[in-house]
């Protein structure tokens, strides 16, 4: 469950916040295996043959920085940000499993938005700004210039 904070403790709790317009969504083909490597000793007759894959959910925003309020290294004109969403199974579409509460994020392309980012490692991607939670994304109303 979510632990709901204030965007004053959320932006202490973060290593960057910004904001700025999603300009496209990418699922990663990143996957784990319960099968051992080849050469792992008793491997035949212990795993199933092929052992099952499993999508981890992982999905990165490429988002034009319009703001920044903090941050802990430049962020530069373009910021990619990664975040969870519901695994994808081996058809393509989200699978059952993942979590129920609290939900995943809400990164869509062209959406204008303030991030708050910590930084983690995915696989290796190393030291990567993440979103984890759907309160650390918020939709913003776009400023129009007059």
Known sequence: ??????????????????????????????????????????????????????DLGVWR????VESVTKQDVPLGTVAVVYYPQRPVGLDGRPTLGGRVCP??????????????????TIEALTNVLYVSMPSWVKKQMPTTGR
């Not at 004053?8 to 319960?34: C, D, M, Y």
């Not at 925003?61 to 034009?64: G, I, T």
């Not at 939900?103 to 983690?120: D, K, L, S």
Request: proline share 8%; charged share 15%.
């Open 61 to 64: 925003a490429e988002v034009v």
């Open 103 to 120: 939900g995943y994020p809400v990164i869509e392309t062209n959406m204008h938005a303030t991030f708050w980012c910590h930084r983690v």
């Open 1 to 54: 469950m979510e632990i709901v904070v204030s965007d004053k403790k959320r932006t202490e709790l973060s290593a960057t916040v910004f904001t700025g317009t999603i300009t496209n969504v990418q699922h990663l083909p990143l996957a784990r295996t319960n099968s051992p490597p080849d050469s792992a000793p008793g491997a035949v007759g212990f795993y199933p043959l092929g052992g099952r894959v499993q």
